[in-house]
């Protein structure tokens, strides 16, 4: 079953416009959504253990730690697609994260990834929006129990109320989407963690 939700993403867009360029000279690596967004999931799945869980032999094992999957696609010698995982990716602030994603991108790009690290994630990050998509319905990466599509990030005009009043405004907006194994998680648990990533992802400030 798949979950989908919007994002205002503005808040986001701000902080990145204020630091990317000085992030990019101290680290080396770029700031991008993504990192945010793997930031903002790893956050929120201490807050709903049974999306960060496995069915094992008929029984639920909840995660004690976040090993985060990013998908990676590939170009050469022919389209396809890893997924290299970030170890106890929730033990990680943003600058960690951006420094993880782009060492494990560039080394699977090259083909110089490890066996070991492409297994043993507990949740995935896919981004179909990277090519201009509204938002894709990934496939679970089994065991795990479900994967977070991202969709394309655009300003739009939206209706948001101010004094009372109804006004168009220009935001930042993009989807995501929730493919989750219905055997463990139903539609209600599946709704507040999405409900909660979305909080969390419109609420951020500054970079940590």
């Known amino acids: ?26 680290e080396g690596v770029p700031l991008t959504y993504t990192t945010f967004l793997a930031a903002a999931a790893c956050q929120t799945l201490k807050r709903h253990p049974y999306i960060n869980a496995e069915i094992r032999d008929g029984s639920i094992v909840f995660k004690k730690d976040i090993h985060l999957g990013i998908a990676v696609a590939l170009a050469d010698p022919e389209p396809g697609l890893m997924v290299p995982v970030i170890r106890n990716a929730d033990q990680m602030n943003l600058r960690g994260l951006a420094h993880a994603i782009v060492d494990l991108a560039d080394r699977t790009r090259r083909r110089r990834i490890r066996p070991d690290e492409l297994s043993g994630g507990s949740f995935t990050i896919t981004t179909p929006g990277g090519y201009g998509g509204i938002i894709g319905t990934p496939i679970i990466n089994q065991p795990q129990v479900a994967i977070l599509g991202i969709g394309r990030i655009q300003k739009e005009p939206v209706v948001r109320e101010m004094d009372g009043t109804d006004v168009i405004a ?16 139903d ?4 709704d507040q963690f999405m409900a909660d990533l979305k909080a969390t992802l419109e609420s951020w400030q500054q970079i940590p």
Not at 170 to 185: A, N, P, Q, T, V
Not at 187 to 190: C, F, K, L, N
Request: proline share 0%; charged share 25%.
């Open 1 to 26: 079953v798949t979950t989908f939700f919007d994002v205002d993403y503005t808040r986001i867009d701000a902080v990145r416009e204020a630091h990317k360029a000085q992030f990019k000279v101290a």
């Open 170 to 185: 220009i935001r930042r907006m993009g989807w995501i989407g929730l493919s989750f194994d219905h055997r463990l998680i």
């Open 187 to 190: 539609g209600a648990t599946a």
